[in-house]
């Protein structure tokens, strides 16, 4: 499970963006997860809730936006969106898209005391 190192990160990020700002603590974090990204948002908030124990982030809300993947077909330039392979164009039946959007993962955003 690759949350915990993911998270990690994540929770890493916001401690120190809540220190740049002279936070007492941090209320809520806001993270983008694509779903084609592999992450699973509840084992992320599981392990943010872990991870910020004793941290001026403790009972912080944790807010996942999922962003659906979308893919282009190569073939007849359909837009479509995807979640699992195989991912056939439903234009054309065409194979092989190029993956425009889904596989994001960020901190979008934290808000802090």
């Known amino acids: 499970m690759h949350e915990g190192a993911i998270t990690e990160n994540l929770v890493s990020l916001v401690l120190e963006q809540a220190r740049a700002a002279d936070a007492r603590s941090?209320?809520?974090v806001?993270?983008?997860v694509g779903r084609l990204s592999g992450v699973v948002p509840e084992a992320m908030a599981f392990w943010f809730r872990e991870l910020?124990?004793?941290t001026p982030a403790e009972g912080a809300v944790l807010d996942v936006r999922e962003i659906p993947g979308r893919?282009?077909?190569l073939?007849?330039?359909e837009l479509y969106e995807v979640d699992d392979a195989?991912?056939?164009c439903p234009a054309c039946g065409?194979?092989?898209p190029e993956i425009v959007e889904g596989r994001e993962l960020f901190l979008?955003?934290?808000e802090v005391d």
Request: aromatic content about 4%.
């Open 26 to 28: 941090v209320t809520r």
């Open 30 to 32: 806001v993270a983008v």
């Open 52 to 54: 910020t124990r004793e």
């Open 71 to 73: 893919a282009r077909c």
């Open 75 to 77: 073939a007849c330039g």
């Open 86 to 88: 195989p991912w056939p």
């Open 94 to 96: 065409a194979g092989g």
């Open 108 to 110: 979008e955003s934290l």
